[in-house]
């Protein structure tokens, strides 16, 4: 494992370099990426990101002036907040075993490159990147606006408990060059569909609690998705509104999907292990958030979550 | 108008204090109080908050150690982020005409005060606060917490456009002494009441939109808080639910009040200059958040805000 300073020692000397980030890709991996990628031309080197084929139209503006040429033969790969091989795009296979460098925060970092620069602690691969960055080049505007999507997206715009002293002081640098952050705050957290804001008041409007008010369950059915001529990007992270009901240590979301069946995604506090309860349902997860896809029409499937979770409580 | 060192030297020489805050008061106008509070006795001076009796329990247990007991009689009262005289509270309208010193960042403060510590760039009141705090005493885990809170809930945790490199500078500076802020951020702003999603879900419900869908209004008549048994804190802060619509740049939200006036709040892109909406209405605030109470039932007012704001454009 190396450093930021001796991960800025390698950079220096590759050239014809190429980024790989991961899949269902996120704003920290295309920002860190795009960042690094810009920095590496800045110091007159060939740098491109390897086009992810899942990029999304929120992350595809800092990404698009990176993407690699088809045919591009790098003579050094990268890769940026990708914890494990197994979360590389189908694209980025072939250069699995040939990956010279990994820059990454996940704890659970599989160590698949050559040389490794990982910081668990950082809130965002992007600080990781930052430092990288601050060793080789100065931090320009261009720069700073990918690198602040990176560390702003990854801790829910400086609001999620891995938001650090650090996270705030880098985020003021990055201010600092001169960057307007407040229509990418806007954009990315400050926004939501008219169609996102009425399936969201229509699942409040229906949640049902259970067990003294600590168990809610919020429910998706495709008639509520076609009556709202719902997106894609509109039912995206729905899950996240049922956890935030005020008392609630386990909020539960069942979307029906259009094959009939039921996804499940449990959000929990420490005394309902999500993980176990989405086990019990076929699924799984983390002890704070897991998932799992049932048969059975939602009435059906909201008993068995709810036994699954008296089981698992109780037990 | 005088600097925070200025106003830091004015503080060293005054004693036995009493501070005051500003009806239906917030997190900055009650953090920075406390914060400012125990900074005085921590230099052993007799300091308390003036009681708010329109305090909510979101912001209490920050004002709760530093209420005046009855009857204390000040040497000096000092104002917090309080903009103009009328926004004192009924119980602090003795004091109105000999505060020595208004510590403030509206600017459309109103000057009430012998000496004013403005600083119309600082995105809460906690900025300036906390500049004043550093010239006289060591900001220990104690004052850091509701300085925090000061700062984070006015510029919603680090998302709304008053957000600068300093305001990051500051958390940082404030995180650093040690304090756990993540349950700080769970609380303030990733929970919501039952009642208070509930009140959402219908103000999205029955929201209207006009000018191609770049002005929403959203109401909340007395009849929908009495309906849904609604609190003073279920509501504080419902206002910020409108300029989240995608597409739009000026959310409106009107809320009955239960003198059967109507609150005004506006929030604006660019395009609306809110402070001069308000301002038209007989209110006041900062360019992209402003606020007005008016007369007249919620179609009244809302005619007479959408007159306002196409006059406002239109200029």
């Not at 390897?50 to 690699?68: D, F, H």
């Not at 091989?85 to 072939?94: D, K, S, V, Y």
């Not at 008041?201 to 495709?222: G, N, S, T, Y």
């Not at 709202?228 to 029906?256: F, H, K, N, W, Y």
Request: with cysteine.
């Amino acid at each position: 494992m190396i450093d930021a300073k001796k991960a800025a020692a390698l950079l220096r000397a590759m050239d014809r370099v190429l980024l790989v980030t991961h899949v269902r890709p996120d704003g920290d991996t295309i920002g860190s990426a795009a960042a690094l990628c810009l920095g590496l031309r800045a110091m007159g080197k060939e740098a491109y990101l390897l086009v992810n084929p899942e990029i999304t139209e929120t992350y595809r503006p800092y990404a698009a002036p990176c993407w690699a040429p088809e045919g591009y033969e790098p003579d050094a790969v990268i890769s940026v907040d990708v914890a494990v091989a197994e979360l590389l795009p189908e694209n980025a296979l072939a250069y699995r075993d040939s990956i010279a460098l990994a820059i990454d925060h996940h704890p659970s970092h599989g160590f698949f490159a050559e040389e490794t620069c990982l910081d668990a602690q950082a809130a965002a691969c992007g600080e990781i990147v930052y430092e990288i960055l601050t060793e080789l080049t100065e931090i320009t505007p261009a720069i700073a606006l990918p690198l602040y999507v990176a560390i702003a997206t990854d801790c829910g715009c400086f609001v999620y408990s891995n938001t650090s002293a650090k996270t705030h002081r880098i985020a003021a640098r990055l201010m600092e060059t001169g960057i307007d952050v407040s229509e990418v705050n806007r954009q990315l957290f400050r926004t939501k569909s008219k169609v996102r804001l009425r399936m969201e008041a229509r699942m409040v409007a229906e949640m049902e609690l259970f067990d003294h008010d600590r168990v809610v369950i919020m429910k998706i059915p495709q008639a509520l998705c076609r009556e709202m001529q719902a997106t894609q990007t509109d039912i995206e992270e729905l899950s996240a509104l049922a956890p935030q009901v005020e008392g609630v240590d386990c909020g539960i979301t069942l979307r029906e999907l259009p094959s009939g069946k039921v996804k499940i995604s449990v959000r929990s506090g420490p005394r309902v292990n999500a993980s176990e309860v989405c086990r019990r349902l076929g699924g799984g997860g983390h002890q704070a958030a897991a998932g799992a896809t049932a048969e059975g029409s939602l009435d059906e499937v909201k008993q068995a979550v709810l036994h699954a979770v008296e089981t698992v409580v109780s037990q």
